[in-house]
């Protein structure tokens, strides 16, 4: 089952506002694909770090109501977070590298447990073509926030 979807892009923003924008999962509805109407709220106490919770609401092929959790949380390196709903499991991640003055901005997903509908879909849809698309779409507008401000 482990079908990893993962795409990169390079932005002229220094590695630690990629990482302090990135990290804060609640921002995640500002670069979102549009017309998901993503709301995303902390819902745990202190600073964002590792096990640090969120919740989520999107719209995308219905409503969908997530529990986040951050993973991992290594500064100006990586945060990996899973989201858990109808949909199943899946760990996201994003890794970032300096590279010439800027920061490689790798954007990942796997799954972790498919809900049984999904499974059953996946061959059929193909939504790890579809995701790999939208990664293209969320990484240039990461870039485009990240650079105009």
Known sequence: M????ERQIVSDAPTDKVFAYLADVTRHSEWA???HKLIVEKTSEGPIGQ?????SV????????????ITEFVPNERVVYESEGGAGRFRH???LEEEAGGTRL?????????SL???FLLPIVRVFRVTARAFDGDLERIKEKLEAS
């Open 33 to 35: 694909q549009p017309g």
């Open 2 to 5: 482990a079908r990893v979807v």
């Open 51 to 55: 096990g640090s919770t969120f919740s």
């Open 58 to 69: 999107g719209h995308q092929f219905g409503e969908n109501q997530d529990a986040v959790t």
């Open 106 to 114: 790798t954007k990942g997903v796997e799954p972790v447990k498919l």
């Open 93 to 95: 991640y994003f890794l």
């Open 117 to 119: 509908v999904l499974r």
